[in-house]
């Protein structure tokens, strides 16, 4: 994977750009995670608590391959998720109905928190709208490392037995996705809308989150 990075790296900064047209480039704003399918981590109808907003930032550098079209290459911080809930044991709950098929089991406490971080290589085709404003599309691969941790405590397999505590852990690794959004540029800022995907994958123990959205100002700086 690291490999696989490199190389699209080369490809992009091999792009025929002049060197005044690029820039370095920092953005901040506002993230939130699109939640995993209701039993996974939490259960409808029984209590629990989801934090899936919160900040992002990153940084990179931007350049023009023509006047319709430029690149970037940015690191992106997505930041934390995290969550918390009280659930009865698979067999005993009813994702239908949301309760529990009868009598509800002794319901265990499931305190989760992940992150994500990752690479982003995007193509930016623009078009002028006048006075210095243009409008643009990016999309491209991104390359991202999920996290996930989940301490489960007082779990039951059965009514009768034994309360045991579980920690469970997604196995971190790189991973290839895609990431794609729509902006307008006035200037060195930018405003935009972009979505990535943030899916765990490659184990049985998937994160609380499945994708991201966020909404960015960017500032090109020298």
């Not at 992150?115 to 006048?130: E, I, K, N």
Request: charged share 10%; net charge positive; proline share 6%.
């Amino acid at each position: 994977m690291k490999k696989y990075v490199l190389l699209l790296a080369g490809a992009v900064f091999a792009a025929p750009t002049p060197a005044s047209a690029m820039h370095l480039e920092a953005g901040g704003g506002v993230r939130w995670y699109t939640p995993t399918a209701n039993g996974t981590w939490y259960q409808k109808g029984l209590p629990y608590n989801l934090r899936l907003t919160g900040l992002t930032g990153s940084v990179g550098v931007t350049g023009r391959i023509n006047r319709h079209l430029r690149w970037s290459a940015r690191y992106v911080y997505l930041g934390l998720a995290s969550s918390n809930s009280l659930d009865t044991g698979d067999p005993n709950y009813n994702p239908q109905t949301q309760g529990c098929n009868g009598k509800c089991w002794p319901l265990a406490n499931f305190t989760g928190h992940g992150t994500v971080q990752g690479f982003a290589f995007v193509l930016q085709p623009q078009v002028a709208l006048g006075s210095g404003v243009h409008a643009f599309l990016e999309a491209g691969p991104w390359v991202y490392r999920p996290t996930w941790h989940m301490q489960v405590d007082h779990w039951v397999s059965c009514p009768t037995a034994q309360p045991v505590n579980l920690t469970i852990n997604h196995d971190p690794r790189w991973q290839l996705g895609w990431t794609g959004g729509v902006g307008v540029r006035l200037g060195r800022t930018s405003v935009a809308l972009d979505v990535y995907d943030t899916r765990a994958m490659g184990d049985a123990w998937p994160a609380v989150y499945t994708g991201a959205y966020t909404l960015t100002i960017r500032e090109w700086f020298l």
